[in-house]
């Protein structure tokens, strides 16, 4: 079902035949060119056009092997919203975000601080820093502190971490996070999330999560 979920990338990416849809993907490429460090290495191999809540998206993926067509693997993934203007989140999944080396609370919070503006400087003075927590290999704060697990090509499981710095946007009622991993290199931020207290989980798509992905293609294989 891996396989079906990114042949679903391919799939809508040559669906995107409208030339106003693909103009305003073309200028969403380009704001993520400006604004999110995707590594040099990293071919773009799939889109989506989907939901995040009520905004409609563009989901980006980018792999250092194209070749690869499963989901669950090393990606690193970017949400734009449909009139190019906003990065919503992006998620780098890599080995080099496993293991020893995270950074002190505080050397995280300046280093989110810092990298708001450049990848939403319209949240650059919305938002207020909630709590600061690192993610746990064996978390006890589920889902605060769990990690990201991912598989190399070899099938061994490895598991991301990093220190979420959890923000809160008041005006939008919404929150987001910025997720600081070894040597300061930003592993994840996410803005605008809408959260299930009853559930403790976030309500909002989790398009950027192969998990989610995973889980919501084995939904439609039992629904079939």
Same mark, same amino acid.
């Given at each position: 079902?891996?396989?079906? /979920?990114?042949?679903? /990338?391919?799939?809508?990416? &040559? ?30 191999? %799939? ?10 998206? $563009? +989901?980006f993926r980018f792999q250092q092997d194209e070749s690869?067509?499963?989901? #669950? #693997?090393?990606? /690193? ?9 906003? +990065? ?6 890599? &080995?080099?975000?496993?293991?020893? !080396? ?12 810092? /990298? ?5 400087p319209d949240l650059a003075s919305e938002y207020e ?5 690192? *993610? ?13 697990? =991912? *598989?190399?090509?070899? %099938?061994?499981? @490895?598991?991301?971490? #990093?220190?979420?710095?959890?923000? =809160? $946007?008041? &005006?939008l009622s919404s929150w987001g996070w910025v997720i600081?991993?070894?040597? !300061?290199? +930003?592993?994840? =931020?996410?803005? *605008? ?18 998990? @989610? ?12």
């Amino acid at each position: 079902m891996a396989a079906f /979920f990114f042949k679903l /990338f391919i799939t809508v990416n &040559k669906m995107l035949k409208n030339k106003e849809i693909d103009s305003l993907r073309e200028k969403a490429l380009k704001l993520v060119a400006e604004r999110v460090p995707v590594p040099s290495n990293y071919l773009l191999v %799939g889109s989506l056009f989907v939901n995040h809540d009520a905004i409609p998206v $563009f +989901i980006f993926r980018f792999q250092q092997d194209e070749s690869i067509k499963e989901i #669950g #693997g090393e990606h /690193f993934s970017v949400s734009v919203d449909l009139d190019a203007t906003k +990065i919503m989140g992006f998620i780098h999944i890599h &080995k080099e975000h496993c293991g020893d !080396g995270l950074l002190d609370d505080e050397s995280a919070k300046v280093i989110a601080r810092d /990298f708001i503006p450049q990848v939403a400087p319209d949240l650059a003075s919305e938002y207020e820093i909630k709590w600061v927590m690192k *993610q746990l290999e064996n978390p006890n704060k589920i889902p605060h502190e769990s990690p990201f697990p =991912f *598989q190399d090509t070899s %099938g061994e499981t @490895y598991l991301v971490t #990093g220190v979420r710095v959890k923000l =809160f $946007f008041e &005006k939008l009622s919404s929150w987001g996070w910025v997720i600081v991993g070894r040597e !300061g290199k +930003i592993i994840s =931020f996410e803005r *605008q999330i809408n959260w299930n207290t009853i559930m403790n989980r976030r309500s909002t798509p989790a398009w950027l999560h192969d998990p @989610y992905i995973q889980e919501l293609s084995e939904d439609i294989n039992h629904l079939n």
